[in-house]
């Protein structure tokens, strides 16, 4: 029995990366997990490593930053896992450029898919997680990660659309928080900092090594590390826990 045996997670952007690794760490702590990315087929190498670990897995092709798909999705969680108790809004992208000279579509897409596409599960889930109730019939609601980043708190040349949609990403939790504590739903955020994930890999060694510079424990942060802090999230150990930024960024910034 682990800490989330029979509880159901929603993880998105879970084909890959740093999702494919929440959405394993949830499954060995016990979690059933409904694994959703833009085409189910890119699900299916996650659904097996989840399966692996002997509890249900479902892949699910999802646009984050589209509403009706968001309320299909969660509609076929409930169907075919019986209930949502912990949501991970993972999925992001990246479009970086000068401000100067960033399109209207680049500004879009990253703010469509990093903070419309939170919103839309949050506002999603949150009906479903309010009937949830444990063995005695109380009121056991869930709990929300969004996965935020170091640069949504400082700011980043280069990445006004990134940042601005992160920076929201953190003031969505504090309020989801705030509307949703009373109905025993917590939601707070995970902020990594520089994770090696595909998303990383393409940045040039300079940018790597000015990171580098940056960091007080001298490595960049594994998959792992965001997982582990997002399983806590989840599980019964941070049931005092919400509102709150958890920074994973090797000590970056305070
Ligand atoms: P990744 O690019 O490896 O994985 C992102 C996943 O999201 C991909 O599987 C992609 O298909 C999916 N996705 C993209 N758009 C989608 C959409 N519209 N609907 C559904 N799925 C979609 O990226 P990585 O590194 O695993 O990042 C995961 C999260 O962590 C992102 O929110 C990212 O902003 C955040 N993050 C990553 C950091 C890093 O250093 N890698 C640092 C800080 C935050």
């Known amino acids: 029995m682990g800490n989330l045996t029979g509880k159901v997670a929603i993880v998105t952007g879970a084909a890959r990366g ?79 450029g000068l401000l100067m000279r960033m399109s209207d579509e680049d500004w879009d897409a990253v703010l469509n898919v990093n903070l419309k596409g939170t919103f839309l599960f949050t506002r999603a889930v949150s009906r479903p997680m309010m009937k949830n109730k444990d063995a005695e019939g109380n009121p056991c609601g869930g709990s929300i990660i969004n996965i935020a980043s170091v640069v949504g708190i400082m700011g980043n040349a280069g990445q006004a659309n990134y940042t601005a949609s992160k920076g929201g990403v953190i003031a969505l939790t504090k309020t989801t928080s705030k509307e949703l504590g009373s109905r025993a739903i917590r939601c ?50 941070s049931a005092y826990v919400t509102g709150q930024i958890i920074s994973v960024n090797g000590g970056m910034i305070g």
């Open 18 to 96: 740093i999702g494919a690794e929440i959405a394993k760490r949830l499954a060995k702590d016990g979690a059933d997990v409904a694994i959703c990315d833009l085409k189910a087929e890119w699900c299916e190498e996650t659904v097996k490593a989840v399966e692996a670990m002997g509890v249900k897995a479902i892949g699910i092709g999802v646009n984050v930053a589209c509403s009706a798909e968001v309320d299909q999705c969660v509609k076929e969680v409930i169907a075919k896992l019986g209930k949502v108790d912990i949501m991970v809004n993972n999925a992001g992208i990246t479009k970086d």
């Open 188 to 237: 707070n955020a995970v902020a990594p900092g520089f994770i090696q994930s595909k998303m990383t890999d393409v940045l040039p060694e300079e940018v790597k090594q000015n990171y580098m510079a940056q960091i007080p424990l001298r490595k960049f942060g594994q998959v792992s590390d965001i997982a582990n802090a997002v399983a806590w999230l989840a599980g019964p150990e």
